[in-house]
């Protein structure tokens, strides 16, 4: 009796599997491993470079002698995501510089920790690789405002400016059973993962006038480690410590603007009162008619605010 229960047990158990296991291979969008050639038959615009860390997808436009910006991206959209700041500090003479975080786009997936220090690390090994010994007017979107909060404190010599996007402020308190070995990685892969591309639209107040979002963000899912990277820059978010690193930022005396959209659903207007507070001589900028990004939705409220706030600190 007690032996067929056993075998009973272990037949549930072994079906239980089975079934999760179907449903992550019919569930799971990362079929391919992204390498030299994937990349190079995507055929794309940008360069990479080889990092401590990883390979990293950038581009870069404007003078070789102009003053340099460098983009940040938020928690999954790529560098793509810049393209109207991108296009504009170029044509005004900037060197500006943007790329895809690991994880990310077309960057490298390695499995890592995507915490601060590796986000510095990628910053690190790419402007070096492009010469550039200086300051920058560093540019960080949502997850983006963690990286570059993170880079600013910890390498404030390097950082001539802050401009911060709707940048989140404060981590998740509970990770909750996501962050539970295997289970977590499981759940958020079948579950959150899928869904990701879709969700984009979320970020806009008027998602009807950016046409082809969605489908943009698609490719980026096909490759292995792309939800593995996500759920660890999120459980990363859990630990970090924002007050300390805008308080940082504040004792530097590191100019920084803030801009946010007044209707972002994504991370609430009302969150902007919480970085004004840590950093009082912070240059705030609200935007109306806007979503979650503003640099997008309403571009030249936000660039006008941009290049005053860069025409007040040159280098």
């Known amino acids: 009796m007690i ?32 390498d030299a050639a994937v990349r190079t038959a995507a055929g794309l615009p940008g360069e990479f470079i080889g990092s401590p860390v990883g390979t990293t997808y950038y581009e ?4 070789d002698t102009g003053r340099v910006a460098l983009l940040v991206h938020g928690f999954s959209v790529p560098s793509y995501i810049w393209d109207s ?12 510089i943007r790329y895809d975080l690991m994880g990310r786009g077309w960057s490298d ?17 790419l402007l070096d690789s492009l010469g550039v010994r200086g ?57 959150a993962v899928p869904g990701m591309a879709d969700g984009q639209a979320s970020d806009f107040l008027h998602p009807e006038r950016f046409p082809g979002w969605v489908d943009r963000y698609r490719p980026q899912m096909r490759y292995r480690g ?23 930022i504040a004792a530097q005396g590191t100019p920084v603007m803030l801009a946010w959209g007044k209707q972002d659903a994504t991370l609430p207007f009302a969150q902007s009162e919480i970085v004004r507070g840590r950093i009082p001589a912070i240059e705030f900028v609200p935007i109306d008619s806007s979503g979650h ?15 005053a706030f860069l025409a007040r600190h040159l280098p």
């Open 3 to 34: 032996r067929r229960f056993g075998l009973a047990i272990s037949a549930t158990v072994a079906l239980v599997a089975l079934a999760a296991l179907g449903v992550y291979a019919l569930r799971n969008p990362e079929r391919e491993t992204l």
């Open 60 to 63: 870069v436009a404007g003078p």
């Open 85 to 96: 700041t991108f296009t504009s500090l170029a044509a005004a003479g900037y060197r500006v």
């Open 109 to 125: 997936r390695p499995d890592a920790a995507y915490d601060g220090p590796m986000f510095d690390a990628q910053i690190l090994a």
């Open 135 to 191: 300051t920058v007017d560093l540019f960080g979107l949502s997850f983006g405002g963690f990286v570059t909060a993170h880079f600013t404190a910890a390498h404030g010599d390097r950082v001539r400016t802050l401009v911060l996007v709707d940048p989140i402020v404060e981590g998740p308190t509970d990770p909750g059973f996501l962050a539970w070995p295997l289970v977590g990685r499981y759940v958020f892969q079948v579950t």
């Open 226 to 248: 792309f939800g593995r990277a996500l759920l660890r820059s999120r459980l990363t978010l859990v630990d970090a410590d924002f007050a300390a690193l805008h308080g940082r």
């Open 293 to 307: 990004l503003p640099h997008l939705e309403q571009t030249r409220t936000f660039n006008a605010a941009m290049f």
